[in-house]
């Protein structure tokens, strides 16, 4: 028995562990989680080699494999479920930080699986913050359960305008849209649920309207991009859509409403504003008698 307890302290698997205890105590963290990597792939690893490994790649930032390695803990260790759940919370909060979005998607969805009774609360709105990053459909199962458990209706219309966004971003307008105007039904005295529930309708109906015109259908197109128009904000979305009426106008042959709606998709822009710009050049090739850009 001595020799065998011998050979397992001097098995690769404990010297790269204790290795990887001695970087971690001198915080350096690469370092420390390089250690603990080798000594994962060296053997079966135990609950403690786990958990150290986990905190060495939150530490280091390599939040990525942090997420993997604490949802990892919790299914191997049955009494690890409290440790993990942390650990996946730091991972999210750290994310947030990094602007990771894939990694806080990542640990949103492991904490989901390990501990669903965590209130989620602000690391979902961070996700739905930041949908343009993330285009999982799994992203959107946490957001309608962060929504179904908050505590107040504004709390929950925040997360089903991130779940909106979240549509909207991977071309599921038809869904967003009807999200938005649930949102706007019941949230009309929270300013700033409205003010987004509003611009995603506006842009949800932009995109329609490209989708129409580029079909041909004209006048659904136009429908939809003045609908975006009578929503009235956000300035872009709305000179957009004017760009867009002339671009039918002008298809149209009807050259006088296209002029104007070019000249509305210039007005009140900023220098250098590619729509403004855009526009710019397409009233000079009406006027100059040439063929619309595409």
């Known amino acids: 028995m001595p020799a065998l307890l011998l050979l397992a302290a001097c098995s690769p698997v404990a010297d790269h562990a204790r290795l990887g205890d001695r970087r971690y105590a001198e915080h350096a963290f690469g370092d420390a989680l390089a250690?603990?990597?080798?000594?994962?792939?060296?053997?079966a690893p135990d609950a403690e080699l786990r958990a150290k490994f986990a905190a060495a790649a939150l530490q280091a930032g390599a939040l990525g494999e942090a997420v993997t390695a604490y949802h990892d803990l919790a299914h191997a260790e049955?009494?690890?479920?409290?440790?993990?759940?942390?650990?996946?919370?730091?991972?999210?909060?750290?994310?947030?930080?990094?602007?990771?979005?894939?990694?806080?998607?990542?640990a949103l969805l492991a904490l989901r699986d390990i501990a669903p009774q965590r209130p989620v609360g602000f690391l979902a709105v961070a996700l739905g913050a930041g949908t343009a990053y993330v285009r999982r459909p799994e992203a959107m199962d946490v957001l309608l359960q962060a929504a179904a458990a908050a505590s107040t209706a504004p709390g929950a219309d925040s997360f089903l305008v991130a779940y909106a966004d979240l549509n909207a971003h991977m071309g599921r307008c038809d869904a967003a849209t009807r999200t938005y105007e649930a949102v706007l039904r019941r949230s009309r005295q929270v300013p700033p649920l409205v003010e987004a529930a509003r611009g995603g309708l506006a842009g949800c109906s932009v995109e329609d309207g490209k989708v129409s015109l580029s079909a041909g259908a004209l006048q659904d197109a136009e429908a939809r991009f003045r609908k975006a128009i009578s929503i009235g904000e956000p300035d872009s979305v709305v000179r957009l859509a004017w760009l867009l009426v002339g671009d039918t106008r002008w298809a149209k042959g009807d050259t006088a409403v296209a002029q104007d709606a070019y000249r509305r998709a210039m007005s009140g822009a900023a220098e250098g504003d590619p729509i403004a710009a855009r526009a710019e050049d397409q009233l000079n090739r009406l006027l100059g008698k040439g063929s619309p850009t595409p």
């Open 78 to 106: 049955a009494g690890a479920g409290d440790e993990a759940a942390d650990g996946l919370t730091r991972a999210a909060r750290l994310a947030i930080g990094a602007h990771d979005m894939s990694a806080l998607s990542d």
């Open 35 to 43: 250690e603990y990597r080798l000594a994962m792939h060296q053997g």
